[in-house]
């Protein structure tokens, strides 16, 4: 058993879950476990880094080389 909650939903959207729930033959609240679960991995770290990454895939990645120089001194032999 999982954690309840009380929400407020616009009267059309609420209907429109319920038809959908009853089409599907699961009870709204697992509807809802889905919609929210989808919508939470749609927007997680991996999504946001895939978008970031299309975003700057075109852009010029150049360090000049002293500041390039002065990071690896200042990280020296660490293990990562």
Same mark, same amino acid.
């Given at each position: 058993? @999982?954690?309840? !909650?009380? #929400? +407020?939903?616009? &009267? &059309?959207?609420?209907?429109? $879950?319920?038809e959908l =729930?009853?089409?599907?033959?699961i009870p709204? +609240?697992?509807l809802y *476990?889905?919609?929210? +679960? %989808?919508?939470? &991995?749609?927007? @997680?770290? =991996?999504?946001? !880094? /895939? $978008?970031?990454?299309?975003?700057? /895939?075109?852009? %010029? +990645?150049?360090?000049? !080389? %002293? #500041? *390039?120089? $002065?990071? !690896? $001194? /200042?990280? @020296? %032999?660490? &293990?990562?």
């Open positions: 058993m @999982g954690m309840k !909650t009380a #929400i +407020s939903l616009p &009267d &059309d959207l609420f209907r429109r $879950a319920d =729930a009853r089409r599907l033959g709204r +609240s697992q *476990a889905r919609a929210l +679960s %989808e919508f939470l &991995d749609a927007h @997680g770290p =991996a999504q946001v !880094t /895939a $978008a970031l990454n299309d975003v700057y /895939a075109d852009a %010029e +990645s150049v360090l000049d !080389t %002293e #500041i *390039a120089a $002065a990071q !690896t $001194a /200042a990280v @020296g %032999e660490a &293990d990562w």
